[in-house]
């Protein structure tokens, strides 16, 4: 019991400690973007520009993870996470958090267009960032527009990341796919990676920005390609299969054998 | 409810998605139990149209789908509705 009110207390420190911290490089973050947007955008094409933005958010992501460290460390498995592939990748993750944003900037991408819902979009900041670094809010346009861009952006060598359940499901089991990026990765011939996270259901909790201490874990799984003909509803379920059975093995629920 | 629609309504969902037949009961809710969202409901309406005749794009009645036995239904009313 006293224990337990130790490391209560010893959290609420560190958050009070960590949270300016992460407010304040957000700040910087935006005032790294004003000045590329001063000294880069007039001489350099759109889509260099927004490389250079989309690689600030990515080492953004990774300092609030370093910060987060004494709090919810992360441990990486599977896949390798340090080499990016030369080719276009499209990256598939469950989502539990809002601190799954974060952890997107371990993926190995260099320049990375993440696809997200109207809340994320509409949410003060975020939103505006969003925006600007040309990040898709793919609730509030037609599939058909949102792909064409997602095409133009893989052609031009962009990574995707799409969290294909479009809500965090915190606690509660992983819920349907949305089919739209399994439909691209089928016409284009593209495989795709799963990418497990689990641990950080309350760090933080829906509606909430304490970061409750927990050991979170990231697991890539190898890209799955689609079989030929094989239908985008067949291809989402059959990954989302892939992703139920080893999320249940990271978090102990698999009692086969 | 009429059998025939029932199995002709499950063996379009069994060949448009590869939906297993047990999994393909009355109460099974479409996005909930069965994962599909709303561009499978679009490639639903086109195998509908191609398999029963039926055109359901602009048809409202299609928004308040929600379980196999709503598709069911709208199907035999709107099959009965083409036949005068």
Redesign the interface.
């Known amino acids: 019991m006293r224990t337990e009110r130790k490391s209560r207390l010893k959290a609420i420190l560190l958050n009070l400690l960590l949270l300016p911290c992460m407010l304040a490089a957000a700040v910087a973050t935006w005032l790294a973007f004003v000045f590329v947007w001063l000294t880069v955008s007039p001489f350099r094409s759109r889509h260099a520009y927004h490389r250079m933005e989309r690689g600030i958010v990515q080492r953004f992501g990774r300092f609030c993870l370093w910060l987060m460290r004494p709090i919810a460390p992360v441990e990486l498995s599977g896949g390798d996470f340090r080499t990016h592939h030369p080719d276009s990748q499209i990256f598939v993750l469950n989502h539990k958090s809002f601190s799954d944003t974060f952890l997107c900037s371990l993926l190995p991408v260099r320049d990375p267009l993440v696809l997200l819902n109207r809340g994320a979009s509409r949410t003060p900041v975020l939103g505006m960032g969003i925006r600007y670094l040309a990040w898709l809010n793919i609730t509030d346009i037609p599939?058909e527009e949102w792909r064409e861009k997602c095409f133009e952006e893989l052609a031009q060598g962009a990574d995707i990341i799409c969290f294909p359940e479009g809500t965090r499901s915190g606690s509660k089991p992983t819920g349907?796919?949305?089919?739209?990026i399994f439909?691209i990765a089928v016409a284009k011939g593209l495989s795709v990676t799963p990418v497990l996270i689990t641990g950080n259901e309350e760090t933080p909790k829906r509606g909430s920005i304490f970061l409750k201490p927990a050991k979170i874990r990231m697991r890539m799984l190898a890209p799955v390609t689609p079989a030929p003909n094989e239908?985008?509803?067949?291809f989402?379920?059959r990954v989302?299969r892939m992703m139920i059975e080893e999320l249940e093995i990271m978090e102990g629920k698999n009692h086969v054998g | 409810m009429n059998n025939e629609i029932v199995e002709r309504v499950n063996q379009i969902f069994n060949e448009t998605f590869e939906i297993p037949r047990e999994k393909l009961l009355p109460e099974s809710k479409l996005f909930d139990d069965l994962g599909l969202d709303s561009l499978d409901a679009v490639d639903l309406v086109v195998a509908l149209k191609e398999e029963c005749g039926i055109d359901l794009r602009k048809d409202p009645r299609i928004r308040k789908i929600v379980t196999m036995a709503d598709v069911y239904e709208l199907v035999d009313c709107v099959l009965k509705e083409k036949a005068g």
């Open positions: 599939f349907p796919f949305h089919s739209g439909r239908k985008p509803f067949v989402k379920e989302r």
